[in-house]
């Protein structure tokens, strides 16, 4: 058994954008399909629990999960070629969508797509309906993607990597797009993205993963900052800025096998501060002030740099 998500845990607040960032292989996505109860087979969750509005998820039938994916969470996957079907119109999948949602007429529901496409910003939407998947750009197919995740009006929207498959300026237009609509939505966003950049534009607070677990917990301001867990402080190094020169630092090794993980925390094959303890003993997830959470046993001893 390959434990993809072991022991992982976050909260996210109502109307905060959330950022879950690690490099592939983490258990992002994992975690994301888990929360739907999609996790593709032979995957399946063993334990723990994904509460919601008080309700725990993991405990419901299937008949009932189908009222709450789409409707109270919607899902944008990495690429939109796979989710949408190439032999039916757009309009007509998203027509589909709402009255799976809604029970009303052709008619109504024609309109609410028009709507959609007209909230996700598509140019001429009356004629984007009477295409297909094919016809459109990559861009515009991941807003024909998010118009559907939006279709039920969701408290909570999943959005897994969302800009993988653009080309820059597309990303920066699809990111400003997610940005606008949380406001003006007041939508709980989770933002699943391995760049470092795109969290410190979207989020607020963020997530760490690293082989299936969480290193570190914070404000996204803090994490920037003064981050706490030497994995944190790797990522940041390895980020480009534009404003200025800066030498990269790559990340020596590679993330663990999760068929046989490392002994003691996950990181220490690939951590400068290694130490016997590091390697014999899995380090807790430890609250350390605020709302701030590490897994690191030196976190208190060491000091790993952050970005200004």
């Given at each position: 058994?390959?434990?993809?998500?072991?022991?992982?845990?976050?909260?996210?607040?109502?109307?905060?954008?959330?950022?879950?960032?690690?490099?592939?292989?983490?258990?992002?996505?994992?975690?994301?399909?888990?929360?739907?109860?999609?996790?593709?087979?032979?995957?399946?969750?063993?334990?723990?629990?994904?509460?919601?509005?008080?309700?725990?998820?993991?405990?419901?039938?299937?008949?009932?999960?189908?009222?709450?994916?789409?409707?109270?969470?919607?899902?944008?996957?990495?690429?939109?070629?796979?989710?949408?079907?190439?032999?039916?119109?757009?309009?007509?999948?998203?027509?589909?969508?709402?009255?799976?949602h809604e029970k009303v007429p052709k008619s109504r529901a024609s309109e609410k797509v028009l709507e959609l496409l007209q909230r996700v910003?598509?140019?001429?939407?009356?004629?984007?309906?009477?295409?297909?998947?094919?016809?459109?750009?990559?861009?515009?197919?991941?807003?024909?993607?998010?118009?559907?995740?939006?279709?039920?009006?969701?408290?909570?929207?999943?959005?897994?990597?969302?800009?993988?498959?653009?080309?820059?300026?597309?990303?920066?237009?699809?990111?400003?797009?997610?940005?606008?609509?949380?406001?003006?939505?007041?939508?709980?966003?989770?933002?699943?993205?391995h760049d470092m950049g795109i969290v410190a534009e979207m989020t607020k607070r963020v997530v760490v993963l690293y082989a299936g677990r969480?290193?570190?917990?914070?404000?996204?301001?803090?994490?920037?900052?003064?981050?706490?867990?030497?994995?944190?402080?790797?990522?940041?190094?390895?980020?480009?800025?534009?404003?200025?020169?800066?030498?990269?630092?790559?990340?020596?090794?590679?993330?663990?096998?999760?068929?046989?993980?490392?002994?003691?925390?996950?990181?220490?094959?690939?951590?400068?501060?290694?130490?016997?303890?590091?390697?014999?003993?899995?380090?807790?997830?430890?609250?350390?002030?605020?709302?701030?959470?590490?897994?690191?046993?030196?976190?208190?001893?060491?000091?790993?740099?952050?970005?200004?």
């Amino acid at each position: 058994m390959v434990r993809a998500v072991d022991g992982m845990s976050f909260a996210v607040e109502k109307g905060e954008p959330l950022g879950l960032v690690g490099e592939s292989g983490s258990g992002k996505t994992v975690s994301a399909l888990s929360v739907l109860g999609i996790v593709p087979r032979p995957g399946k969750v063993v334990g723990g629990r994904v509460m919601f509005d008080g309700e725990d998820l993991l405990t419901k039938p299937e008949k009932e999960m189908r009222k709450y994916r789409g409707r109270r969470i919607g899902y944008v996957s990495q690429d939109p070629n796979s989710s949408l079907d190439p032999l039916f119109t757009v309009g007509s999948q998203l027509s589909e969508v709402v009255q799976a949602h809604e029970k009303v007429p052709k008619s109504r529901a024609s309109e609410k797509v028009l709507e959609l496409l007209q909230r996700v910003r598509i140019s001429e939407p009356e004629a984007r309906m009477k295409a297909y998947p094919h016809e459109l750009s990559g861009g515009m197919r991941q807003r024909i993607a998010i118009a559907r995740a939006l279709a039920g009006e969701p408290d909570l929207l999943i959005a897994d990597e969302p800009t993988t498959n653009l080309d820059v300026t597309i990303q920066a237009q699809v990111l400003d797009l997610l940005k606008d609509l949380q406001r003006e939505l007041g939508m709980t966003l989770i933002l699943i993205t391995h760049d470092m950049g795109i969290v410190a534009e979207m989020t607020k607070r963020v997530v760490v993963l690293y082989a299936g677990r969480v290193a570190e917990s914070a404000s996204t301001k803090e994490t920037f900052a003064t981050p706490k867990h030497p994995y944190t402080s790797a990522l940041l190094k390895a980020v480009p800025r534009v404003d200025r020169r800066k030498e990269l630092v790559p990340i020596g090794g590679n993330i663990p096998n999760l068929i046989t993980p490392p002994s003691g925390c996950r990181f220490h094959p690939r951590c400068k501060f290694m130490q016997e303890i590091c390697v014999s003993t899995e380090p807790p997830l430890e609250a350390i002030g605020g709302e701030r959470e590490v897994s690191c046993h030196r976190w208190k001893e060491i000091t790993v740099e952050g970005t200004s």
